[in-house]
């Protein structure tokens, strides 16, 4: 496990976060004041001129001191790091978050190891069918699922690129009042594209189209493994981030167990898992992944998410699980609002016993903790 720090350098996968709905953004690209001007390939030339003999028309004879009593001794020594990440834009601020938060997980073949618990347990480990199963029980859903594309397509076009949206509608959420929780979801699915590539990489499940012709995805075929599906482990985490928020923000304490946050059918938990859910089916719906694709993302991200707000809130413990393969111990090929609850450990009448709490061990750094008070700070109160 040594190796989590240099694998920071992943950062780069900042370019997926157009997938964590920042579509509202485009309209504060932060050049608004230059609204009303005619844009042409001279604009920057002509501006840095004319900025240069500005100054040379304002500016007294400088000797290059500094400012009187503008900047009091060790000021820029002493921020925190609160201070010092406001001050970032946005690309750095990412790399920062991401260089938390990426060098804390690590996938070693089918399992997900964390320096947030004891390394040598693994927080998820995740069983794959073979591909007889795929071929003979997974694709005949896939077929049946098409014949939902004509009412699902414009989710379908609009989820390949922003999930974030469709969370922001159960919560009220907006950039004017909540940059920082689309900070920290963006961040999220930035974790889980690091995480997930690999698992796709090692179990390389072969997507629908390329065992049938007749599957004809409505959307580009991804060339990477359909196993675990990267939305439904993106949406599931993203859902228990996000109901973990609301949680804390209502004085919720203790170990955070998302089974547990959706058992009120009313409540804002379960329409985010439901959320999760939707986008989940959806892709299997466009023909680019099966059902279990989900099954697995949503073990993956639920697990995920729940160390997440466990370790940023401080509860000292967190669940780990294992996705068994399917047989009659674990009779779940589809993704419904019950196979989730038997799959997250609540199954009646006979339900499992609950997944394995283990300690967290790690303290939170310094970043990721204003990140998450921030967050939680701009989180609206609800049930």
């Not at 750095?92 to 190891?113: C, K, N, T, Y």
């Not at 069918?129 to 989710?155: C, G, H, S």
């Not at 196993?227 to 599931?236: D, R």
């Amino acid at each position: 496990m040594a190796t989590y720090a240099g694998r920071a350098g992943r950062a780069g996968r900042a370019g997926r976060a157009g997938r964590a709905g920042r579509a509202g953004r485009a309209g504060r690209a932060g050049r608004a004041g230059r609204a009303g001007r005619e844009d042409s390939g001279d604009v920057d030339g002509l501006l840095s001129s004319a900025l240069m003999s500005h100054r040379e028309g304002v500016a007294p004879y400088w000797t290059g001191d500094i400012d009187p009593g503008t900047v009091p001794d060790n000021v820029l020594d002493n921020r925190t790091a609160g201070e010092k990440l406001e001050a970032l834009s946005d690309i750095p601020r990412e790399v920062v978050i991401d260089d938390q938060l990426f060098a804390r997980f690590a996938v070693s073949g089918s399992e997900l190891h964390s320096t947030l618990i004891d390394p040598a347990n693994p927080l998820v480990t995740l069983n794959r069918p073979d591909n007889a199963y795929f071929a003979n029980t997974q694709l005949p859903m896939v077929r049946d699922a098409a014949d939902l594309r004509a009412d699902r397509i414009d989710e379908i076009l609009m989820q390949t690129e922003d999930i974030t949206s469709f969370f922001g509608a159960v919560l009220l959420l907006d950039w004017s009042r909540s940059d920082w929780i689309f900070e920290l979801t963006e961040a999220v699915v930035r974790l889980c594209g690091y995480i997930e590539f690999p698992f796709k990489f090692v179990f390389d499940v072969p997507r629908p189209s390329l065992l049938s012709s007749k599957v004809m995805p409505v959307i580009d075929t991804p060339t990477h493994g359909a196993w675990p599906s990267g939305h439904a482990t993106e949406a599931f985490a993203l859902a228990t981030v996000l109901a973990g928020l609301v949680d804390r923000k209502a004085g919720g304490a203790g170990r955070f167990d998302m089974n547990d946050a959706t058992r009120d059918v009313n409540g804002s938990a379960r329409m985010l898992m439901r959320t999760a859910m939707r986008i989940s089916d959806n892709r299997t719906v466009a023909g680019v992944h099966y059902p279990h694709d989900s099954l697995c993302g949503l073990i993956l991200g639920v697990t995920l998410g729940e160390a997440l707000v466990n370790w940023l809130s401080g509860a000292g413990e967190t669940a780990v699980r294992t996705l068994d393969l399917p047989g009659p111990a674990n009779p779940v090929h589809d993704l419904t609002e019950d196979s989730v609850r038997l799959l997250l450990g609540d199954a009646a009448p006979n339900p499992p016993p609950p997944p394995n709490a283990v300690p967290l061990t790690a303290p939170v750094d310094d970043v990721s903790a204003y990140l998450w008070q921030k967050a939680m700070g701009q989180m609206p109160e609800l049930s």
